[in-house]
């Protein structure tokens, strides 16, 4: 048996020297993605018959190599699974990957880009109101404040009309109502200023006349930023401050802080957010509380940032798609103007995925019907929720 084994023997050059045989000249990086070279039959190419031969077709390889999958941030592995899954799948994967990546970087893209970079909302509502118009009749009700109101609860008891107005009638009666929200406040009738709000921001759940409704957002929530305006003045300028060592009381400053607020103005304020809180329907409720964000600022630091998560939250309980959507742009325009820039800016993107996961209702029986009352395209509606 021992003749038998094959005797192995190492050999060793320790004088190798490469010479230009050795060397093969290559046209491709042997990097680059692999192309493969498939052989397909002719006949299911086209309608000619087979006659036996076959056409070569050449495909990319969806193999990469690992430094491209690192560039990717993707290890070969991940690469390979994703191969596997179906193109839903992949790309619920691919933005699962990036959502903590923008989570983390929103804030920081506001910041860099700063509000001077995005179109003024001034130039944006223009365009709005120039585009978005109507010749159908438009109903609104009104209701006539002709008491002293020193409750919410008179509101009920307060006489209503309804009025079917042409655009150019609308437009006055909306004009009108800023005047008199304006007029009561510095008359000193809070409550009548606040019912006035209130009484306009219900005209947004409304949306009898579809085509008018973007221009009617743009005119209601200007009288709500003035009343939000009105009230966060109101308290700034009640709030006395005492500096260091001071006796005398002086204005807050621009950039003030919680602490530095008195404990009556903390309570003066509270009292706004509870008259708020009283309000029965919910979209003219967070319309308002949207328009007193700023106000939180009295309270804590923590306060507004914490109410536009909950309002975030809370506009899934509006059941129409259209009216929900446009509180969300109330709510998000307002949160950036009130959010400092070295704050969290999660509450955009928030709601941007709010959106998406109730985009199906867009197409629910209840719109569908709607659409077909008014004898409106489906695509015409959905330009509704385009960026104007």
Known sequence: MASNLVEWKTFIAHEYKPNS????LVKEHPLRNVIVTERIPRRILGSTPSTGRTTPVSTSASILEPLTLALKQLDPLSEFTMQEMDPLSKMAAEMEATDSKLSHTSAKVITDSGLGSMEPWSTRKQAILSKYTTSEKLSIWLTKFNIDLNSLTALKKAPQRKFDLSQAEYVGRIEQL???????????????ALKIAIQCAKLLADTDVLPFYPSKFVLITDILDTFGKLVYDRLRTKADYYKPGAKTPTPLPEDFTAEMVPESAKETCLNWFYKIASIRELVPRLYVEIA????YNFISSHE????????????HGIGNPLVAIYVRCYLCRVGINVTPTNSSFDFLLANFTRFLESYQHLFSRSVTAELISKNMPI???MSLYLKH
């Open 21 to 24: 045989s050795d060397r093969v």
């Open 178 to 192: 800023s005047k008199e929200l304006v007029s009561a406040w510095h008359s000193e009738q809070r409550v009548k």
């Open 292 to 295: 007193l964000l700023k106000s």
């Open 304 to 315: 507004c940032p914490e109410a536009l998560l909950k309002i975030t939250d809370m506009i």
């Open 379 to 381: 695509s015409t509606y």
